[in-house]
């Protein structure tokens, strides 16, 4: 027989048809997803491969601390930044280092500008496709589109003239026949339920949130300079104030840093929410699809510092927890140094350890590449056509806390946040249940994942201002400092520390673990969202939280994977991120071949 | 294959009037630094031509080349992409996935075979026959010769494409490789920088539409209208470099007064990039403006070149230009003087740098 149990309790079935989607197109990095399908073209069993690994973390060896944040900044220029922050937090954490109260309000201001720009641009341009046809829109009236933006938002482009325009301008675009980023997709599939005018709003908004994500990241650009890959400094930030002099940030960039945060919270509450809410309702059997871990294992390790320096769950915006079996009763605090706790295992991944049976924590992790195809994969070694998932079949590792696969990300911070009782964000999560007539059971699905993401972005808009507001309540009063610059010098450090940096990013939590020897990284390890969300099987045969999310989804038809990318995109995959190698003290990086 | 509109049918099309048609025009014109008649020569060119195909490809990269593209101001993302190039293929942003994306690969060779741009974000690995990145189960850098090996020209975009960045940085554990290592019988324009400057970007695409050429290259491919002088020449902190006042700390005093950051290891004057003229983001600041050193993020291996904290020292100026700094901080009245001898000496280095083969234009 073909079917299995997973020991996370997963019924997987391997027999069917197999449907290979690689790439896995719209997503940061490179992602191949294979699944069996059942007879009724239901999906019963999922592979998910990470196809790309580019060893950042063993270059980092033997270099400077106070640079490595721009070393790992380059994990991904999507989530710019998160790495960077992650980073300065570990070298700050083992040195010891204290950060002025306006480098956290600065720092946070940078991240909450990032999951702000971050949601919008992949609800509209990474994710909306999977439920927007884009060529229905061609065959909407503007006049019942321009009733229908009125009917759910205040928004104010909302004229018949306005949506006819975009329309006109859409239509010579098609009939140029030069499709550009839209062809050969799946226009026309039954899969789509919306009607022509909310495919016409949506693809308008396509449009304007492109338009608009520009002028989100310019909070970026004052503080940090630029963006993609704004600066960061250990010790606080690079920027000063200059309140009273020419020179640094003054009240010119305030004033345009606190008008983007108001045409940031106007645009994702109504453009960006009433979309969310209106697409939503056409797809309610997606309340239904997708739950995968969601409903059981959880993990977030909480951000947003309140106050300078202090990590207690109290003293964050967004506090953080595990959830595991399923247990909405219970969230357990998280300890990133126990060695008991957060493991990476490779039994699966295209890595290689004394002994696979085994996970190790960061501090004693370990990455020799080994890639190696199992002797049930179907073509070579250069051209895979199906991967056997019984031998390593992926460059992620497999992450686990305690043992179980968890997923990480905006539905499991909401989760736990909600389940601690934060009230802001259980008003939100109340509030759109409430609306769209659904049960709290509704979260642990497909929509529910991009719902919260929807909601966290409208809580990160709303939440720069709080925090601007506090940053200038702190200049009123006196404080100007941006940076800690009393163990700038390396002649001022110990000999031998360890350090762990953590950062809630926009697709979930992030750990960065340094080991800094003579001055010098002895040692860095990343373990990222994606790692946690793409992760392949693990030794006891978990699945991942992708994997597991597939399962039970019926396709409409096999040949158009709209089902499969709905899901993945869902999790808003960082491939980049998720595959990086980790140097174990003191050891070579072996097994590179000069060809 | 369908009818091709020019950029100009395509504006028009868009509810754009020919006034304002031609008012981009001479932006345009003005952007890409040319006299105002030439933008006769750019309405002219886009009036009359149909939208080119661009082929994107991703490597081992970070994808903030496209992050940075989709911030570009003028011309906006989204026009480049509607009107002015048929961006065809662009795994980051397209609809398909999977063999409808890959079909289109083919697609492209058979309308289009010789006439397409390719543009590479990222570079490919060679070790362990290149499956530290594949696609479609084959290594990225088969697609890469056979995307190359069709189209009209090549743009490197980002320091991964154009020098091998991070990736490759010692001990480039992968084996990632610019392009121009893999691919050496089609012209490429090199566009360093991680990222490169959203408006550099559209510049270079928007003057091969309108000239049907690369713009004139350096020695080392790269576009002089926007990598021929180092950032520390138009700096706005020179000032401060020439008087010997300098940051010798974060939020100093010097730091809130905006001195010069080279005391803090900024690599501005051995960087050739266009951030302290075009700046960043609608040009509202860049990394200096904002209070950091210049990463020096355009240059080849600018990872491997010590501290991003020490002071630049390899500059072949008689002393360096270290000891100079420290001179003119100590001694604040011969500071004019020994500037200026320090920048005359680095500028004939530069000046024999970019010139001693002339720019090589692949028309």
């Known amino acids: 027989m073909t079917e299995t149990l997973t020991a996370n309790g997963f019924k997987l079935d391997t027999g069917g048809k197999r449907v290979v989607v690689d790439p896995i197109c719209r997503i940061e990095g490179h992602l191949r997803i294979e699944v069996n399908l059942d007879s009724d073209n239901v999906i019963r069993n999922a592979v998910s491969t990470g196809t790309m690994w580019r060893g950042l973390e063993v270059i980092l060896k033997g270099r400077d601390p106070r640079d490595a944040w721009a070393f790992v900044e380059r994990i991904c220029g999507v989530c710019t930044g998160v790495h960077a922050l992650t980073s300065v937090r570990a070298v700050e954490d083992a040195l010891g280092i204290k950060i002025p109260e306006n480098a956290n309000h600065i720092r946070n201001l940078m991240m909450l500008a990032q999951y702000t720009q971050d949601h919008l641009v992949h609800f509209y341009h990474l994710h909306a496709l999977d439920w927007v046809d884009v060529v229905s829109a061609l065959s909407a009236d503007p006049k019942a589109t321009s009733a229908l933006q009125q009917s759910i938002s205040s928004w104010s482009k909302s004229s018949p003239g306005y949506f006819r325009d975009v329309q006109a301008r859409l239509k010579r675009f098609v009939e140029s026949g030069q499709l550009g980023p839209f062809a050969n997709a799946y226009w026309g599939s039954p899969a789509y339920k919306l009607p022509a005018e909310a495919n016409l709003m949506a693809v308008t908004h396509y449009l304007e949130a492109l338009d608009f994500q520009r002028e989100i990241v310019k909070i970026h650009t004052v503080f940090g300079g630029r963006n993609p890959h704004p600066n960061w400094v250990v010790g606080g930030m690079p920027c000063s104030f200059s309140l009273n002099e020419t020179g640094g940030i003054n009240m010119e960039w305030l004033n345009l840093v606190s008008s983007i945060i108001d045409r940031s919270i106007e645009f994702i509450d109504k453009v960006y929410i009433p979309d969310l809410k209106a697409i939503a309702s056409f797809y309610p059997e997606w309340t239904t699809y997708g739950g995968g871990l969601s409903s059981t294992n959880l993990l977030s390790y909480g951000d947003f510092p309140k106050v300078a320096n202090d990590w207690s769950q109290e003293n964050m915006h967004m506090p953080g927890g595990a959830i595991i079996n399923g247990d909405l009763s219970k969230v357990h605090e998280v300890d990133v140094r126990d060695p008991e706790q957060v493991q990476e295992f490779v039994t699966h991944s295209w890595y290689k350890y004394p002994d696979e049976s085994k996970g190790l924590h960061p501090w004693d992790g370990m990455t020799e590449p080994n890639f190696e195809l199992g002797p049930n994969t179907k073509g070579s070694k250069t051209d895979i056509q199906e991967i056997d998932e019984n031998a390593k079949y992926s460059f992620v590792k497999a992450p686990r806390w305690r043992g179980h696969a968890m997923e990480v990300g905006p539905l499991a911070r909401y989760v736990v946040a909600y389940v601690r009782g934060d009230e802001e964000i259980k008003a939100q999560v109340d509030g759109l249940l409430s609306d769209l007539g659904l049960p709290l059971t509704a979260l642990f699905s497909t929509l529910g994942r991009t719902a919260a993401r929807g909601l966290e972005c409208s809580w990160a808009a709303h939440k720069m201002r709080f925090v601007f507001d506090s940053m200038m309540a702190n200049l009123k009063a006196g404080d100007t400092a941006t940076s800690n610059m009393d163990l700038w010098e390396p002649k001022t450090w110990p000999k031998d520390v360890k350090g762990v940096g953590m950062v809630e990013a926009p697709r979930g939590s992030l750990g960065h673990w340094v080991h800094i020897k003579d001055t010098k990284i002895a040692s860095y390890q990343a373990i990222v969202p994606t790692t946690w969300n793409a992760s392949p099987r693990d030794a006891a045969g978990n699945i991942g939280a992708y994997e597991a999310a597939l399962l039970g989804t019926p396709m409409a038809n096999p040949e158009q994977p709209l089902e499969i990318l709905r899901t993945v995109h869902s999790f808003d995959p960082c491939l980049a991120c998720a595959t990086h190698v980790i140097a174990p003290d003191g050891q070579e990086l072996v097994s590179v071949k000069v060809r | ?363």
């Not at chain 2, 026009?79 to 492209?108: F, K, N, P, R």
């Not at chain 2, 850098?141 to 991964?160: P, Q, T």
């Not at chain 2, 420290?326 to 004019?336: C, H, M, R, T």
Request: aromatic share 10%; with cysteine; glycine share 10%.
């Open chain 2, 1 to 363: 294959m369908g009818i091709q509109k020019t950029f100009y049918e395509a504006m028009r099309e868009h509810g754009i009037t020919r006034r304002s048609f031609l008012k981009f025009c001479s932006l345009t014109a003005a952007g890409l630094g040319l006299a105002p008649e030439f933008a006769g020569t750019i309405a002219h060119a886009l009036e009359t031509k149909p939208r080119t195909p661009v082929i994107w490809l991703h490597g081992l990269e970070c994808t903030c080349c496209t992050e940075s593209f989709i911030r570009s101001g003028h011309p906006l993302a989204a026009d480049v992409v509607l009107s002015m190039i048929s961006l065809d293929y662009d795994d980051t942003l397209m609809a398909a996935a999977g063999h409808q994306a890959e079909e289109i690969l083919e697609q492209t060779i058979e309308k289009y075979d010789g006439n397409f741009i390719l543009a590479c974000e990222g570079n490919p690995p060679l070790n362990e026959d290149g499956m530290y990145c594949f696609q479609g189960g084959k290594p990225y850098v088969e697609k890469l010769r056979r995307m190359a090996s069709h189209c009209k020209a090549i743009i490197a975009w980002g320091s991964c494409a154009s020098w091998g960045c991070v990736q490759a940085a010692h001990p480039n554990p992968t084996r990632a490789v610019p392009i121009h290592k893999v691919i050496t019988d089609k012209p490429i324009i090199k566009v360093p920088g991680c990222p490169p400057i959203a408006e550099v970007m559209t510049g270079v695409i928007a003057y091969m539409l309108t000239f049907d050429r690369f713009p004139e290259l350096d020695r080392q491919g790269r576009p002089k209208m926007f990598y021929s002088q180092r950032n520390h020449d138009k700096c706005y902190r020179r000032a401060h470099f020439d008087a010997g006042q300098f940051v010798e700390r974060f939020d100093d005093e010097g730091a809130r007064k905006g001195y010069c950051l080279y005391k803090m290891g900024c690599k501005g004057p051995t960087t050739y990039n266009a951030c302290s003229t075009i700046e960043w983001n609608g040009g509202l600041s860049w990394p200096v403006k904002s209070g950091h050193g210049c990463l020096g993020c355009s240059e080849d291996n600018f990872w491997d070149r010590g501290s991003f904290y020490s002071a630049v020292n390899d500059l072949n100026v008689p002393g360096g230009i270290e000891s100079t700094a420290d001179k003119i901080g100590g001694v604040l009245a011969g500071a004019a003087a020994i500037g200026v001898a320090a920048h005359a000496a680095a500028s004939v280095i530069s000046h024999s740098r970019n010139n001693t083969k002339g720019g090589s234009s692949h028309d």
